[in-house]
């Protein structure tokens, strides 16, 4: 990680939320371009650059402290524009690889940036977080990729590199709930009702009364004892998965997880 960039991309249009800037949207008593810049500060790159419009400043001075701010003039090209914007910047610092992270995207935990990385190994030139059901963000790339990824545009954003079939692509199979965008007001609706089922759980863990509210109901094909067996261990990528029927969430950085935790070895 330490040779690499991340770049957040922070500048898009919001044509399908409406006419503020999601952004700025509240989700949890934080705007939501909070969430993915509070994680991406958990780690610890060769540098983070934030991709900004230059017509909606207050965006740029949330983050300024916290990211080099490469300013995108003309987010009306698109997605692919605002890649190239962040990755001439972040080509400035001479990175091995370029992470991809989104900033409307407030699920996705470090661990998985970390597993992304993790996968960036010789003869790789690609790793998304999606699985067998597709390509998702964060996309990690190596040096092979930097010259088309600075020369994007339109809508598209990377699809066309990553399905080519020039470059050798690997999945990392992050859990897709926490790989959820932010795109209209009813996908905010959605992530503000899975906030709260996440501080219910929380508030659970030192609560039994509460806890028997969450607990996963027991039927005659399938006891809770069974239910509750641990699975089988998982192969590369190593991910312990949170069952929610104990109270033993993970804590990450003080942030409830619900993903998972890379294993000790």
Not at 74 to 93: E, M
Not at 209 to 230: D, N
Request: aromatic share 4%; with cysteine; hydrophobic share 40%.
């Amino acid at each position: 990680m330490n040779r690499t960039v991340i770049v957040m991309l922070a500048s898009g249009l919001s044509r399908r939320y409406g006419r503020r800037d999601k952004m700025l949207a509240d989700l949890g008593g934080r705007p939501l371009i909070e969430h993915a810049a509070s994680m991406i500060s958990e780690v610890h790159p060769l540098a983070r650059v934030a991709v900004c419009p230059s017509d909606r400043p207050t965006i740029g001075e949330w983050l300024i402290n916290r990211f080099v701010i490469a300013i995108n003039k003309k987010p009306k090209l698109g997605l692919g524009h605002s890649i190239a914007v962040g990755v001439n910047v972040a080509l400035q610092f001479k990175p091995d690889a370029i992470l991809m992270v989104m900033g409307d995207m407030p699920f996705v935990e470090s661990w998985i940036l970390e597993g992304v990385m993790e996968r960036m190994t010789e003869g790789v030139d690609i790793v998304h977080s999606g699985g067998a059901d597709g390509v998702r963000p964060p996309t990690a790339f190596g040096p092979a990729t930097f010259d088309q990824l600075a020369a994007l545009d339109g809508d598209d954003g990377a699809k066309r590199i990553i399905g080519q079939g020039r470059f050798n692509v690997v999945g990392f199979g992050a859990p897709a709930p926490l790989l959820l965008d932010i795109d209209t007001k009813e996908e905010l609706a959605l992530a503000q009702r899975q906030l709260a089922i996440r501080k219910r759980y929380a508030n659970s863990a030192s609560n039994p009364i509460e806890l028997q509210s969450l607990a996963i109901p027991q039927t005659a094909e399938q006891p809770i004892e069974q239910s509750l067996t641990p699975s089988q261990s998982v192969n590369e990528p190593e991910i312990e998965p949170v069952n929610i029927g104990r109270p033993s969430p993970h804590e990450a950085g003080g942030v409830l997880s619900f993903g998972g935790a890379r294993r000790r070895r």
